[in-house]
């Protein structure tokens, strides 16, 4: 695992796994604002096949506002990218962009309010992905 993502790998098919994502992230306060079919777009631009995966753009207003508040800059790394990948029929990987890797980019201290908005939606995100692999048979990787 990347030191910048956090991820989940559950025993769902692809289409189960995108349907809990947004169910979870609705749960903890993310509404889905983008969305990029990537094997879509893959294969209408290059005409190359991978497997089934989108991109989420999650995003928690308060959250975002709190961020942009703090560091107007850090609207470029919003929101925060959720994918979801089919590694089989019956596997697929959920891994999000993890928001206290925006901290390394900011250089924000502890209690600052930019550590502060970041912990919170990694908390959130972390949730998400933990109930979204809530299968006694999933693997989580949630922690760096």
Not at 49 to 55: E, F, G, R
Not at 57 to 86: F, K, M, T, W
């Amino acid at each position: 695992m990347a030191a910048y993502t956090m991820r989940v790998t559950t025993p769902h098919p692809y289409e189960l796994a995108v349907t809990a994502v947004r169910t979870e992230l609705a749960e903890a306060g993310f509404g889905v604002i983008t969305e990029i079919d990537l094997a879509a777009t893959l294969k209408a631009k290059l005409d190359v096949d991978v497997a089934p995966q989108v991109i989420l753009g999650a995003c928690r207003p308060q959250l975002a506002h709190q961020a942009v508040q703090a560091d107007p800059s850090i609207a470029a790394l919003l929101p925060c990218n959720v994918v979801v990948r089919a590694v089989d029929q019956d596997t697929t990987v959920v891994e999000a962009f993890d928001p206290e890797a925006m901290i390394d980019f900011t250089h924000a201290t502890d209690g600052d309010p930019l550590h502060l908005v970041a912990a919170d939606a990694r908390r959130r995100l972390a949730t998400a992905l933990e109930a979204v692999a809530a299968h006694e048979s999933s693997t989580q990787e949630v922690g760096h």
